[in-house]
């Protein structure tokens, strides 16, 4: 493991709104994603924790903007999942809100991981969502979440059509990265592009 994702990480804060964000500080590193795309196991993951971040099958976990400070010099912000039906029409609003006005106003994100479900692929709410990481300048990149629950072709059939969406997108990273929580798989492929963003 790439010595910053080794090193110990604490919860810092929790923002349900505007006002509550913590003050700007180290850089960070936002995972979005649909609801339910894997966003609170992926970090996980990356730090080789199991908890640390609460997880859930239920879509709509994670309530609000969630701040993990690694290594003292990078912070990992886990976010309410965006697009998701089942919460109410205000939630849904308020949820959007709080992640867009992170997205285009964060001084201090460096990267934007977009978590895509490879069983889905890359949907309208996720385009929506590039396009406006695109407008904004915010570097991302495509992450393909639970890439153990397809076989070999259909993974890379996905990572084909998610490498073409990537194609119409200036802020995208190049290269999709597929990746499982369960096994382990592109982790270290993370590692080396996210560790240098620490300061
Ligand atoms: N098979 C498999 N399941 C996964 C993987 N990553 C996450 N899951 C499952 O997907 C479900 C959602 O995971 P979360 O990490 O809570 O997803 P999230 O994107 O944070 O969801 P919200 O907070 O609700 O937006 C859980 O049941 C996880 O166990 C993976 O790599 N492989
Ligand atoms: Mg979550």
Not at 42 to 68: D, E, M, W
Not at 95 to 113: E, K, S, V
Request: hydrophobic share 40%.
């Amino acid at each position: 493991m790439s010595s910053i994702f080794a090193k110990p990480c604490q919860f810092i804060a929790g923002a349900a709104s505007i006002e509550s964000l913590p003050p700007i500080g180290q850089p960070e590193i936002a995972f979005i994603g649909r609801s339910n795309a894997g966003k609170s196991s992926l970090i996980n993951a990356l730090i080789g924790q199991k908890s640390l971040v609460r997880t859930s099958k239920h879509p709509g976990h994670t309530q609000q903007l969630n701040f993990f400070l690694l290594g003292e010099r990078l912070m990992l912000v886990d976010m309410p999942g965006y697009g998701f039906a089942k919460v109410s029409k205000q939630k849904k609003g308020e949820w959007d809100g709080l992640i867009r006005h992170y997205l285009c106003g964060r001084p201090t994100l460096r990267r934007a991981c977009v978590l895509v479900d490879a069983r889905r692929g890359v949907l309208p709410v996720d385009e929506e969502f590039m396009e406006l990481l695109d407008e904004a300048a915010v570097s991302f990149q495509i992450v393909l979440t639970k890439a153990d629950t397809l076989k070999p072709q259909e993974l890379s059939n996905i990572l084909q059509s998610v490498n073409k969406t990537i194609e119409s997108h200036p802020a995208a990273h190049p290269l999709a990265v597929a990746t499982s929580a369960l096994t382990g798989l592109g982790m270290e492929t993370l590692h080396e592009q996210l560790a240098p963003f620490a300061a």
